[in-house]
DNA sequence: CCCTCCGCGCAATAATATTTCCCGGCCGCG
DNA sequence: CGCGGCCGGGAAATATTATTGCGCGGAGGG
């Protein structure tokens, strides 16, 4: 099982380090319940193993000026896998697109956009991605509040999976 | 305009954190260019006006265990404001959805789940999120891979943008 | 039973954060 | 004009933290 390798105090450290990432190594270790040494080294081997991925300040992105936020499901003419990566590199040199996850069902991609204001979403839906080459159908949704947005990952249900395996 | 309170140095601050939650803020003030305690000062001030909201570890989801990626397109039988704040405080409720968000068009909810398998997805739609009171129809649709993740702003836009408009 | 290896903790050192104080520019008012 | 408050920045001192090296002890294998 995927995860395994990592001990309840190396999950720990993932839990905390995603809920608070600045935290000091001395408060990380305090609450891990060991030395700070340790500690870090543990940190930086989580960092070198890709479970951690890296570390991001979470910006008010509406208080900067960017009020829109839209899913974009689209549909491809092709589904071949070139095209489907022209298609993912397309979306990656967007900056207004900030996820691109490609999906099975009716529609091949789903994109999580974001635009100062609706004239410029539009425009980018008319002239870059509806435009776009290979492109058969886009269908828009704004978002009109957000309840929740906790990327990451759920570490109350991964300790639950494992306690009960064990 | 939102934004127009920051001014350069502020936009840098913002944008490297973002990039790098984890700089030292002497690092982070060589990089914007002034000395380390203004910068302090200021990392702070934009941490309590609320646009810095927090910072995360970005952890590998799918290397601890969590597989299944899947957005549902929710529709409910009534949108009245408390029906929809009852779904949104169910959603906040559930740790396998990570994203609620509400749109506009003909689906009411987009949720962003995460699960460590197929049959623990299936059980919370079947046992949960289907047989949640008011909900009318759920469509789901499995992430068959991830193109782009960078969740935040686009500061190459915005600082385009506040050059033009000046 | 001993040996090796791995991970922890301790202590010392280097780097960093944070506070304090002071300086210069920028208004608004007298 | 000149004055005085007001930010925002820099320098130095202090406290906190990160980092390294080393010795110890337990787990697994010979």
């Known amino acids: ?14 839990a905390e380090l995603q ?12 609450r891990v319940g060991i030395s700070a040494p340790p500690c870090l080294r543990r940190v930086r081997t989580l960092e070198e193993a890709g479970f951690i991925r890296g570390y991001h300040a979470d910006i008010n992105t509406r208080e900067l000026g960017f009020e829109v936020q839209v899913f974009a499901m689209v549909g491809l003419q092709s589904q071949a896998e070139a095209d489907l990566s022209r298609f993912e590199a397309r979306c990656r040199a967007w900056p207004l697109v900030r996820e691109c996850h490609m999906l099975n069902g009716e529609v091949d991609f789903i994109l999580k956009c974001v635009a100062p204001d609706l004239s410029t979403f539009q425009s980018f839906l008319t002239e870059e991605l509806t435009a776009a080459e290979n492109v058969a159908s886009v269908k828009t949704s704004l978002v009109i509040r957000c309840a929740k947005d906790e990327p990451g990952v759920p570490f109350d249900v991964l300790e639950a999976r494992l306690s009960k395996s064990a």
Not at 19 to 30: C, K
């Open 19 to 30: 809920a608070d990432g600045r935290m000091t190594n001395v408060e990380l270790a305090r």
């Open 1 to 14: 099982m995927p995860g395994s390798r990592l001990d309840a105090i190396d999950r720990k450290i993932l």
